[in-house]
């Protein structure tokens, strides 16, 4: 009998070391895995993940789970009240490793 491998949900659960019982934490980091596949299927035009963008989808997933609650912020001062934002929800760099699918033809 093989050992199945895990899901890209399976191991972002275990990296965030979320309990898979926790049904609601489970549900927002399963949402942050499908918007990270939204942002590359639109980006690659095609309606799935490929496979050698799924380490990409984990990364992208990892990060909006992070900003929860920043909401894109990257820099933060505390009493003198400074913050900056992200114009790019912090995933531009991973996104400029999912290259556009090229089209031929009419």
């Not at 380490?55 to 001062?77: D, T």
């Amino acid at each position: 009998m093989q050992n199945k491998e895990p899901t890209l949900l399976e191991r972002l659960l275990i990296e965030l070391g979320i309990d898979t019982n926790d049904a609601e934490k489970v549900s927002l980091v399963d949402n942050c895995l499908w918007q990270a596949g939204e942002y590359i299927k639109n980006k690659r035009s095609l309606s799935y993940v490929e496979k050698k963008y799924e380490s990409i989808q984990f990364q992208i997933a990892l990060r909006l789970w992070n900003i929860r609650g920043v909401e894109g912020e990257i820099y933060h001062m505390e009493n003198g009240i400074t913050r900056q934002y992200s114009k790019d929800g912090v995933i531009a760099d991973l996104m400029c490793k999912v290259l556009p699918r090229a089209i031929v033809g009419d």
